[in-house]
């Protein structure tokens, strides 16, 4: 077979809510069974409505009794899987019949633990085909029709054969209750091991299907059969709404729960911002009424200041800490006079008010002098332990 191409699946997938993953577990399952394809196809529901669904159809291998022969099935993939189960079938080829058992019902249904147990992510289409491989070699689904059998006749559904397994199945469609067999297509099985047939070594007992649960001899539907056909519809369409209503309450329930707990972030959030507020304005309060203490302060010092000004003199202002600071004091006072002297004298030789013989005369004595007062500033700031101005 040839590989099938993700891109077409997804083209042929483009109505399923989840098509990546129907997409990723169809390209694992016919990797694993090659005799299994993909089909697109008109699904008819019980209420006769119709809808295109992707089937697995074809066959998988079962060991029975040392022998490995080819089951054929089909499972149809609703437009939710894999949040939902498969709808499984057993479709018998005209030479088969079905045998009807626990998991298997007249109309080939497939109803197992594993379906009605169904929840993405632990269940998934390679696990289902390998549970039914399993179950399917402990008891056949089908056995080799008599050749003086009828030929097979699809009748209406009579339920499961086994109605623990029932509360699990209505899930398999958010649109409708389960479906009645005759709504996927007749699909040819490619050649392979043949079942056995009654006059040679079968492993399939030849078996005539009960009437009870099948049509009678005359080709009629039994009274019983029409009843549980009814009884099975009912139930099933009940048990969808009835999980359909519980899912939209918990969806509903779990909307209410995201809320409630966004509700109390946000009021935590408002808490802290509240408490953080209310430090900031008690922060400020207190800045502000150390403000107006500073503020009082210095508006008493001014005072003070202007009334004190005409009597103050600007010696008697700055005063030293120390005899060494006050003698520091006057030598840079008196150093930075020499330098304002010696500037002027440039000035009035410039502008001819003095003579360069009596310019450089006051210039060398003064620049003695000065030369005098830094030595001994650098030495006393020495002393004093303070850096070198020089």
């Not at 009807?100 to 169904?118: C, F, R, S, V």
């Not at 009645?180 to 047939?197: K, L, T, V």
Request: negative net charge; hydrophobic residues 35%; proline residues 7%.
């Amino acid at each position: 077979m040839a590989v099938v191409n993700e891109g077409a699946l997804k083209k042929m997938l483009k109505q399923y809510k989840y098509r990546d993953l129907t997409v990723r577990e169809i390209t694992n399952v016919i990797s694993q069974y090659k005799d299994l394809k993909p089909v697109m196809d008109a699904y008819v529901f019980n209420d006769g409505s119709t809808r295109d669904l992707m089937s697995l159809t074809g066959t998988v291998p079962v060991s029975y009794r040392g022998n490995v022969y080819n089951i054929p099935v089909c499972l149809w993939l609703l437009d939710t899987y894999p949040y939902n189960p498969p709808i499984c079938f057993v479709k018998p080829t005209s030479a088969m019949m079905i045998k009807t058992g626990k998991h298997i019902d007249a109309n080939g249904k497939i109803y197992l633990p594993y379906l009605h147990e169904w929840k993405h992510p632990q269940s998934d289409l390679y696990g289902l085909i390998q549970v039914m491989i399993v179950v399917f070699g402990e008891e056949p689904p089908v056995f080799s029709r008599p050749t003086t059998q009828a030929p097979y006749q699809a009748f209406q559904a009579a339920g499961p054969p086994n109605p623990s397994y029932m509360p699990g199945m209505p899930a398999v469609s958010p649109y409708g209750p389960n479906q009645n067999p005759g709504g996927y297509p007749a699909y040819q099985y490619p050649g392979g091991n043949s079942y056995p047939a009654t006059a040679g070594t079968a492993h399939y007992p030849t078996q005539t299907p009960v009437s009870t649960v099948g049509p009678s001899r005359d080709g009629t539907i039994g009274e019983d059969t029409i009843r549980a056909s009814l009884i099975s519809a009912v139930s099933d369409k009940l048990r969808w709404r009835m999980k359909e209503e519980m899912d939209r309450a918990q969806a509903e329930l779990d909307a209410l729960k995201r809320t409630e707990e966004d509700l109390k972030k946000g009021h935590q959030k408002l808490e802290d911002m509240v408490s953080r507020l209310d430090q900031e304005v008690t922060e400020v309060d207190r800045n502000i009424e150390l403000l107006k203490r500073k503020d009082e302060e210095l508006s008493e010092a001014l005072e003070k200041m202007e009334n004190q000004s005409e009597n103050n003199d600007i010696d008697d202002v700055i005063v030293p800490t120390a005899p060494l600071y006050k003698q520091i004091l006057n030598l840079y006072a008196e150093e930075n006079a020499i330098e304002d002297t010696i500037f002027y004298l440039g000035e009035a030789l410039r502008r001819g008010v003095i003579d360069l013989e009596v310019f450089l005369k006051h210039v060398r004595l003064l620049s003695r002098k000065q030369f005098q007062l830094r030595a001994l500033m650098q030495k006393a700031r020495k002393t004093a332990g303070l850096s070198d101005l020089y």
